[in-house]
Every structure is written in C-alpha cells, then in structure tokens.
Nanobody, 127 residues
Framework: QVQLVESGGGSVQAGGALRLSCAVS????????MAWFRQAPGKEREGVAT???????NYADSVKGRFTISQDNAKKTLYLQMNSLKPEDTAMYYC?????????????????????WGQGTQVTVSS
C-alpha cells in the first residue's frame, strides 16, 4: 500500500518561498507518476505539477517559472519548491501518485487518475 505524507506548509507573505515535501512509502516499482494538487476554499482541486519516474515534468500555467517539482530517490521524497508566492496560491496542497504508469506528456492528468493521496498541507500567502 502506497502511503504519502506531506509536510512543509505554513504561512508566508507574498513574494516569499516555501518548500513542500511528500514522503513516499510502500512502492518501489517503476514507472510512476507523482503530482502536486491544490484546493482553495470553494474551488475545485487543480493540478499544480507532475513528475514522471523518467524525469519529465509538467506545470500548470499559473505556476510556471515559480514552482519546481523534484524528487530525491534516496530519501523517497517528492518536493515542491514554491517561489514568488502570491495570495492566490493559498490552498491545501496534496501529494498524489499513480503507479505502473508515466504521467501524461504535456498536461496534468485529472485527479481521478491518481490512486493514492496524502492528507494535505496548508499553504497561506498573505498580501
């Protein structure tokens, strides 16, 4: 059973930075697709970034150039480095995983494609 545990959320002023982490356990195979999603109050959950086991990445237009998804295979941890944060980045951020498949090329798969989810970590950006 794959387990995902996020950490690193918090409160920051606009223009600041945060790094989210997602510790992954229970899966050592390839391929896989890892992703970060977010959901703001009253809004639908949206994909932020994806990373395939072969290294390709995708980003939502709203975060391109500001956010970077990466992984440390030795630590079995997924990261989301968020720079130049804006108040509209305020949301609960979730780590998600699909196993035995790569991420779709050029787009972020819908959330119903992901089999495993973390509990979420809150990010609040004040103006």
């Amino acid at each position: 059973q794959v387990q995902l545990v996020e950490s690193g959320g918090g409160s920051v002023q606009a223009g600041g930075a945060l790094r989210l982490s997602c510790a992954v356990s229970g899966y050592r195979g390839r391929p896989y697709c890892m992703a970060w999603f977010r959901q703001a109050p009253g809004k639908e959950r949206e994909g932020v970034a994806t990373l395939s086991s072969h290294g390709s990445t995708n980003y939502a237009d709203s975060v391109k150039g500001r956010f970077t998804i990466s992984q440390d295979n030795a630590k079995k941890t997924l990261y989301l480095q968020m720079n130049s944060l804006k108040p509209e980045d305020t949301a609960m951020y979730y780590c998600a995983a699909q196993v035995w498949t790569y991420c779709s090329a050029g787009s972020i798969d819908a959330d119903n494609k992901y089999n495993y989810w973390g509990q979420g970590t809150q990010v609040t950006v004040s103006s």
